[in-house]
């Protein structure tokens, strides 16, 4: 059964948070060298405070269309200084309440924008405002959209499909110069030498091109080439797998359970109603015990 948890948390499955964690940090000298941070689709800010850490010192602006989101957000990220605005960014009003923002900010800035796009009836305000800040006020943006192809299932959350022939699409629309990167899930281990001093550091990873990316990313603007390969490579964190697949379990077993008491329910009421037949008398099987008629 597949797992849609569209919003990252602490307890997300570690091999998500990777995936996640590796997008900023691809972003993160972009971010780092930057006097003002925006953050499209902030969620409540695990990733981005995984990835950077405090190593920004500028002001952050933290965008999301869940105020929840953007309180835990609030607490997470790290900043110099910070401010979180409430938006839908498929509506023009709300983003051009984060043009105000950005323009208030200052100029030069980098605005992020991943797992967002895809999410939106209607991506064209977001990307008009991401043309717009890099156009007028110098930002580098860098933005992510998923690749369909690889997840080979429907998202039932996201409004828009993507793949190589979407993305290109896309890129037609994104200034001359703009920087394309592939992401690409990564599975296996690592044979490190212990130098003595506690630190294990993994050999480099060569990653075959003819691999199916799990998403796409771009990024346009004055400091578009800054971004760099990167590969996240954490250690098997068995403890927080276990934990997230009990988690899982149990909440399966919770809706199962509020699944058959609600189909209890409608039968019930479907009988009350004469809509449905009774349910057929319990008859003595041949063993002697109590068998339930067969119900056609």
């Known amino acids: 059964m597949p797992e849609w948890q569209e919003r990252l948390t602490r307890d997300t499955r570690p091999s998500i948070r990777a995936e996640h964690d590796l997008r900023y940090a691809a972003a993160g000298p972009l971010i780092a060298r930057a006097p ?7 969620g409540a800010g695990v990733a981005a405070a995984d990835a950077l850490g405090e190593s920004f010192a500028g002001h952050a602006v933290l965008v999301d269309v869940s105020q ?3 309180d835990e957000a609030a607490a997470n990220v790290h900043a110099g200084t910070l401010t979180t605005l409430r938006a839908d960014l498929s509506a023009a009003a709300d983003v051009a309440s984060v043009r105000d923002a950005a323009e208030e900010a200052g100029r030069d800035g980098c605005v992020t924008c991943f797992e967002v796009v895809e999410h939106l009836p209607t991506f064209v ?6 043309l717009e800040l890099s156009a007028d006020l110098g930002y580098t943006v860098v933005l992510s959209v998923p690749n369909d192809a690889f997840w080979a299932l429907e998202n039932p ?22 920087v394309v990167a592939r992401q690409v899930p990564l599975t296996g281990s690592a044979v490190v030498l212990d130098e003595g001093d506690g630190e294990l550091t993994a050999p480099p ?3 075959g091109a003819e691999r199916v990316p799990s998403h ?4 346009f603007g004055p400091r578009a080439h800054e971004l760099a390969p990167r590969a996240f490579v954490a250690a098997a964190d068995l403890d927080g797998q276990r934990t997230w697949e009990r988690q899982r379990e149990s909440q399966l077993a919770f809706h199962e359970a509020e699944l058959i008491e609600l189909r209890d329910y409608v039968h019930d009421l479907e009988r009350r109603l004469g809509a449905r037949p ?19």
């Open 205 to 207: 990873v060569a990653v």
């Open 36 to 42: 003002v941070w925006i953050d499209l689709g902030c």
């Open 157 to 178: 959350f996201h409004e828009t499909m993507w793949g190589d022939g979407a993305f290109e699409e896309l890129r037609r629309l994104l200034p001359a110069g703009h």
């Open 68 to 70: 929840d989101a953007l």
């Open 216 to 219: 796409f990313l771009a990024a």
């Open 278 to 296: 009774p349910e057929p008398a319990a008859q003595e099987g041949p063993a002697g015990k109590t068998e339930a008629a067969e119900q056609v």
């Open 125 to 130: 305000p977001v990307l008009e405002l991401m």
